[in-house]
C-alpha cells in the first residue's frame, strides 16, 4: 500500500503542522470549526523531502492520490476539473512549517483553456472576469511554472494600460494581453502554453516543490535559521472569485495592529481584485473598515470569524479572506508576524484579557524581536529642521517601525553587493516582490512606492526587524536613469536618504537620532521574564555611560569593563604611550603615576552607576601597538611631546611590532613582565571603591586577570591585586568585600579549570577570544571565507555571533565542571558577545552558568532568552 501524501482539509487540524504545513494545518482548523472554507487538500511536507530525495520526481503514489482528492473536491463544489460547461478551478500554493512569507510560489485560476475560458463566462454571466481570470492565470504560470521573467509580462500589461487601472481594461483587451502573454512564453521556452488542466496541476506542484530551494526561500531560511531539509507543503483548494465585480473582493487583515499591537482589525482590501492585488501593491488597497460600508454583511461576518480565529488560536492572527458576489470564504488563518513592539503589547494585553497566562506570554515573545524596542529614533527637532531646509519629501504608510539611514539603491542585487563592503543602504523600489528579498535582507530599511500595509515589503521587513515605508505615492521611480523624484526633486542613486518606518515619513539627506522611550507594556512583560528566569544577566560596559544606559535596560551588575578602552581618550593616550616606551621601571612608574588617578575617576563613576551590583574588571589587555603611532609623521609628533629622540621612538615602535598580536604580549603576561602596571590598576580600583564606599555607595568589585594559561600566571597576579587591596584598605581604614578570578579564553585554561580554580574565585569565560583560539582562525579575518563555510553547511552559524556549543561550548562546560570540583562556590559566568545570543544563552543556562554579560542595548534579549530557557524553551513557531 503506497505511503500517505495527500490529506483532505477534512482530514487534518491544527496539529499537524510539521506534515501540513502552517497553511495546510491552518485552512484544515478553520473546516473543522466551521469557518467557510472552500475545499481542498494538502499535498504533505514529507512529499516534497521525498521529491527531492527522488531527484525531482513524485514519489510513487503522490500523483494517483491528488487526482483522488480532486475527485472529492469536485464532489462538495458540484463542479468538474477540466469541464467545459462548469469548469471547477483550483489555487496551487505552497506552504511550510514555519511563516515564509512571499518566499515560495503560488498559481491562481488554475485549470483555465480557452474551452474552460469559454465555459466560466457563460457560468458566469461575465465574460470580462473570465478573460481577467485567465490573463492572471497565464501571466502567474508563465513566471512561476515555465520560468518567463516577469518583467516582461508586466512590460506589455504596462503598454495597455497607458495608465489605466487593471480593472479599467475591457474582455478584449484581456484577451489579446493574454494572447501577447503566450506568445512570449512560446519565444521564450519554444512551446506552447499547457491547455490540458491535469497537466497544469501536475507542472504546478512540481513548481511550488521547486520553489522551496529558490534562491529568496533559501536567503529566508538562512536569516531566520529554518532547516532546509523540512520541505513545503502544497494546497490545492477551489478557486473563489474577488473579482467578479463589484459585489467581490479579496483582503488581508490581521486580528491587531502588527506594528503598534493595538487592539482590533487591521488590514485592507480591494473591491473586484484577486488575492496577489492586495499583496503586490498593483492598486493601492483601501482600510479594511471601509468594507463596513461597501458590503456590511460581509464585513460584519468577517468581524465575527477573525475574532473567533484569535480566540481559537489564542493569538493575533494573520488572515486571507475573499467575497464572491457578496459570500465571505476565509482563505488562510496563521500567526501573524509583528514588530518588537507589537510582539510585547500582544502578549501583555492576551494576558490581561484573560486569554493566556504570564508563561505563555513569555515563551511566545521572540527575544529577538526586543531589539527592535532599543534603538534611537530620529529625534524631533532634527525633523523639524529637515523640513526648515526642505529635506522633508513625502510620508508614506508606517508600513514596519523603526528608524534608518543609508545611501539610496535601486537593484536588490547591488543592494547586496554594498552592503557585503561596509555601505548602509536604503532599497527603494515602486514595490518589491520576493525576488528581491536578497536585497532587503542587506538593506538598512526599504521604502517603496505602492503596496499597503500588508504589501509583501511590509510583512517582509517587519518580520526581519527593519524599518519600512510603503505606498509613498509621490515617489516617482525610474530604474534605468537611477533616480527617485519626489514633487520636482531629484534625488540619484547614492543620496543619502533617512526613513521613519513608525511614522512614514521620509527625508533627504541624514538625520540625527535619539534614545527610545519604552512603553509600560515593556516593563511590564520584563517584570514577568525576571519572575521566570535562574541565569543573571550583567552588562558589558567601559564608562559610566554605558553603565547606566545599561542599568536602565535591567543589567545586574557589569561583566567585562575593558580597561584599555579608557585610554583612548583626549591626552590619556600619551601617558599611556610614556609607560609603553619608558626605558627603566622607574620611568614607567612616572608614566603610571599621570594614569592611576584618570583610572581612578573611571571606576569611581562606573561603581556608582552599579550601585549594590558586581563590576567585574579586566586589568589591561591590549596587544601595545594598538597605542603607538604609525608612520614617520605620526612618530615624530609624538617624540616631540615626550621630549625624546624620533628614532629611539621609531625603534620602540619597531621593537613591539608582532606577527601575531592576538597571541603575542598582552594580557595577564604584560602584568607578569611589568607589575607595575597591575599594581597602578590595582590601587586605582581599590581606591575607586573605598572613596565610594565612604559615600554610601555598595561596591562589589571583582578583579579579573585575562588570558591565563597556566595557573602559575594567575598565582603572580593575584598576589600583586591581593596585596594593593590590603595597602588601600590599611590606609583609608575600610573593609573592602572584593574577588580575584580570572578569564578563560584559551583552551588550556578551559582544560585545567581545576588547578586554576585553586587560585581564581570566578571565572569569566571569554567566548571571542576562545573561540578564535579554537579554531584557530582570526575574527577579523574569518570574513573572507566564514559566510560561505555557513552557505555550504560546514559550519552551522557563525561561531563567532553563535556560540559553538559542540566545540568551545565543551571547552565553557568542562571547565566549569573542573572548576566547581576545586572550589564549589565558584562564581561563573560568560562575557563574550555570545552572551546577548538567545541560542547561547540557553546553552549557558543548560550548563549552570551564574550569569551572562552581553552589550548594553541587548540586555532585554538575554534576560528573556533566559527566561525561556528556565521555562523549557517552548517559543511559538513564527
Known amino acids: 500500500m503506497a505511503r500517505k501524501w495527500v490529506y483532505l482539509f477534512t482530514e487534518g487540524n491544527a496539529g499537524l503542522r510539521d506534515l501540513l504545513g502552517g497553511k495546510g494545518a491552518g485552512v484544515a482548523e478553520m473546516t473543522r470549526t466551521g469557518v467557510p472554507v472552500p475545499p481542498g ?6 512529499a516534497c523531502v521525498s521529491y527531492y ?19 472529492e473536491v469536485e464532489r462538495q463544489t458540484g463542479r468538474r476539473f477540466g469541464d467545459p460547461k462548469d469548469p471547477l478551478l483550483v489555487s496551487v500554493r505552497s506552504g511550510a512549517k514555519f511563516s ?14 480557452p474551452r474552460t475560458l469559454e465555459g466560466l463566462a457563460r457560468l458566469t454571466d461575465n465574460g470580462r472576469f473570465a478573460q481577467d481570470a485567465y490573463r492572471r492565470f497565464v501571466q502567474l504560470f508563465g513566471k512561476i511554472v515555465l520560468g518567463v521573467e516577469g518583467e516582461r509580462f508586466e512590460h506589455v500589461l504596462h503598454e495597455v494600460k497607458r495608465g489605466r487601472q487593471d480593472t479599467d481594461l475591457s474582455a478584449d483587451e484581456l484577451a489579446g494581453v493574454a494572447a501577447q502573454f503566450q506568445e512570449i512564453i512560446r519565444r521564450d521556452t519554444g512551446k506552447s502554453f499547457p491547455e490540458d488542466p491535469p497537466e497544469q496541476l501536475r507542472m504546478a506542484i512540481g513548481a511550488v516543490f521547486g520553489s522551496w530551494m529558490g534562491r529568496r526561500a533559501v536567503d529566508y531560511r538562512r536569516l531566520h535559521k529554518i532547516p532546509d531539509d523540512l520541505g513545503t507543503a502544497v494546497n490545492v483548494q477551489a478557486m473563489v472569485f474577488g473579482n467578479m465585480g463589484n459585489d467581490s473582493a479579496t483582503g488581508v487583515a490581521f486580528t491587531r495592529n502588527p506594528a503598534t499591537g493595538a487592539k482590533g482589525i487591521f488590514g485592507e482590501y480591494l473591491i473586484n481584485a484577486q488575492g496577489e492585488d492586495v499583496v503586490a501593491g498593483v492598486r493601492t488597497p483601501r482600510p479594511i473598515a471601509g468594507l463596513a460600508e461597501e458590503m456590511p454583511a460581509a464585513y460584519e461576518e468577517f468581524l465575527r470569524i477573525a475574532q473567533k480565529l484569535e480566540l481559537h488560536y489564542k493569538d493575533m492572527q494573520d488572515v486571507e479572506f475573499t467575497v464572491e458576489r457578496g459570500k465571505l470564504w476565509m482563505l488562510q488563518t496563521r500567526t501573524g508576524k509583528r514588530t518588537g513592539a507589537a510582539a510585547v503589547r500582544i502578549a ?12 505563555t506570554a513569555v515563551q511566545r515573545v521572540d527575544p529577538a524581536l526586543l531589539d527592535q524596542l532599543l534603538h534611537p529614533t530620529i529625534d524631533e527637532a532634527a525633523k523639524g529642521k529637515a523640513r526648515a531646509a526642505g529635506d522633508y519629501l513625502t510620508t508614506g504608510l508606517p508600513a514596519s517601525p523603526g528608524a534608518a539611514t543609508g545611501a539610496i539603491v535601486f537593484d536588490p542585487d ?12 536604503i532599497l527603494v523600489r515602486t514595490e518589491t516582490a520576493p525576488e528581491d528579498f536578497h536585497g532587503m535582507v542587506a538593506a538598512q530599511a526599504i521604502l517603496t512606492a505602492r503596496g499597503g500595509m500588508t504589501s509583501h515589503a511590509a510583512v ?15 515617489l516617482q521611480i525610474d530604474y534605468r536613469a537611477g533616480t527617485l523624484t519626489v514633487r520636482g526633486r531629484i534625488l540619484r542613486h547614492g543620496d543619502p536618504l533617512t526613513l521613519d518606518g513608525a511614522t512614514g515619513e521620509v527625508f533627504a539627506g541624514r538625520l ?6 519604552l512603553a509600560r507594556e515593556f516593563a511590564t512583560f520584563m517584570s514577568w521574564a525576571d519572575r521566570k528566569r535562574r541565569l543573571r544577566v550583567r552588562t558589558n560596559a567601559d564608562t559610566p555611560h554605558d553603565a547606566r544606559v545599561a542599568r536602565s535596560f535591567g543589567a545586574e551588575g557589569i561583566g567585562l569593563c575593558r580597561t584599555e578602552h579608557m585610554f583612548f581618550e583626549g591626552e590619556r593616550i600619551d601617558a599611556v604611550r610614556e609607560m609603553i616606551v619608558a626605558a627603566s621601571v622607574e620611568e614607567r612608574r612616572k608614566a603610571l603615576a599621570k594614569i592611576e588617578p584618570l583610572q581612578q575617576a573611571d571606576f569611581e563613576g562606573i561603581f556608582t552607576a552599579m550601585d549594590g551590583y558586581p563590576v567585574t574588571i579586566r586589568t589591561l589587555d591590549p596587544p601595545l601597538h594598538e597605542f603607538l603611532p604609525h608612520g614617520d609623521e605620526e ?24 606577527a601575531n598580536p592576538m597571541l603575542g604580549f598582552r594580557g595577564c603576561r604584560l602584568g607578569i613582565i611589568h607589575p607595575e602596571i597591575t599594581e597602578m590598576q590595582a590601587r586605582a580600583i581599590f581606591k575607586a571603591a573605598a572613596a565610594c564606599q565612604s559615600r554610601g555607595v555598595k561596591v562589589i568589585p571583582e578583579v579579573m586577570i585575562p588570558l591565563v594559561g597556566d595557573v602559575g600566571e594567575l598565582a603572580l597576579q593575584e598576589e600583586l591585586v591581593r596585596r594593593a587591596a590590603s595597602e588601600v584598605m590599611a590606609a583609608s581604614g575600610q573593609k573592602l568585600e572584593y574577588l580575584v578570578g580570572t578569564m578563560i579564553e584559551l583552551p588550556r585554561a578551559a582544560l585545567t579549570g581545576d588547578k586554576i580554580a585553586g587560585v581564581a574565585e570566578f571565572f569569566s569565560f571569554g567566548t571571542n577570544d576562545l573561540t578564535q583560539t579554537t579554531f584557530g582562525m582570526s575574527r577579523d579575518d574569518a570574513g573572507r571565507f566564514l559566510p560561505q563555510y555557513v552557505e555550504m553547511k560546514i559550519l552551522a552559524d557563525d561561531p563567532f555571533q553563535v556560540l559553538d556549543q559542540e566545540g568551545v561550548g565543551q571547552l565553557v562546560q568542562m571547565a566549569v565542571e573542573k572548576g566547581r570540583k576545586a572550589r564549589a562556590k565558584l562564581k561563573t559566568g560568560i562575557c563574550g558577545e555570545h552572551g546577548g545570543d538567545p541560542e547561547s544563552v540557553k546553552f549557558c543556562h543548560r550548563i549552570g552558568l551564574d550569569y551572562v554579560s552581553c552589550s548594553p542595548y541587548r540586555v532585554p534579549i538575554a534576560k528573556l532568552a533566559a527566561a525561556q530557557a528556565a521555562l523549557g524553551d517552548t517559543t511559538r513557531d513564527r
Open 635 to 658: 612618530i615624530a609628533t609624538l617624540a616631540r611631546k615626550m621630549g625624546i629622540e624620533p628614532a629611539r621612538l621609531k625603534a620602540k615602535v619597531e621593537g613591539l611590532r608582532e
Open 512 to 517: 540625527d537620532t535619539v534614545e527610545v522611550s
Open 414 to 425: 547591488e543592494a547586496e553587493s554594498l552592503a557585503k563592503d561596509g555601505t548602509k543602504v
Open 100 to 113: 515564509m512569507p512571499g518566499m515560495m510560489d503560488t498559481v491562481l485560476n488554475l485549470g483555465l483553456n
Open 348 to 359: 501583555v494585553d492576551l494576558v490581561q484579557e484573560g486569554i493566556i497566562d504570564e508563561t
Open 53 to 71: 530525495q527522488n531527484g525531482g520526481k513524485f514519489p510513487a503514489g503522490l500523483w494517483e492520490q491528488t487526482q483522488e482528492a480532486l475527485r
Open 41 to 46: 487538500f494538502t499535498i504533505s511536507t514529507e
Open 460 to 474: 517582509v521587513a517587519r518580520g526581519m526587524g527593519k524599518p519600512c515605508v510603503s505606498g509613498a505615492g509621490e
